[in-house]
Nanobody, 125 residues
Framework: QTQLVESGGGLVQPGGSLRLSCAAS????????IGWFRQAPGKEREGVSC????????YYADSVKGRFTISRDNAKNTVYLQMNSLKSEDTAVYYC??????????????????WGQGTQVTVSS
């Protein structure tokens, strides 16, 4: 069964850090671009970051550049999102998603085939 499972969310104070994980089962991530997206209550789902399948090039939304880092460990079939200097506006449900693409990734939700169930991130004092 093809599945993506996110973990690592939680409650953190402003300025704190969290590391999200996206573990794949039923398929190998080697040939898939992976994106992280988030959705806050009453807002549309937005792209946060993505990483390509081949050379692990990375892309970030302007709102998270310099604070978030995406990485992948193909041996563990897992992609990570390290989030530092968290702000209240980062509060959302975070999703990872995959699509079979080579040498490119985009922050457009409709491009992606498989989605995880999401993990809640709450930034609050």
């Amino acid at each position: 069964q093809t599945q993506l499972v996110e973990s690592g969310g939680g409650l953190v104070q402003p300025g704190g850090s969290l590391r999200l994980s996206c573990a794949a089962s039923g398929f190998t991530l080697d040939y898939y671009a992976i994106g992280w997206f988030r959705q806050a209550p009453g807002k549309e789902r937005e792209g946060v970051s993505c990483i390509t399948s081949t050379d692990s090039s990375t892309y970030y939304a302007d709102s998270v550049k310099g604070r978030f880092t995406i990485s992948r460990d193909n041996a563990k079939n897992t992609v990570y999102l390290q989030m530092n200097s968290l702000k209240s506006e980062d509060t959302a449900v975070y999703y990872c998603a995959s699509v079979r693409l080579f040498d490119v990734c985009v922050l457009i939700p409709t491009v992606y085939d498989y989605w995880g169930q999401g993990t809640q991130v709450t930034v609050s004092s």
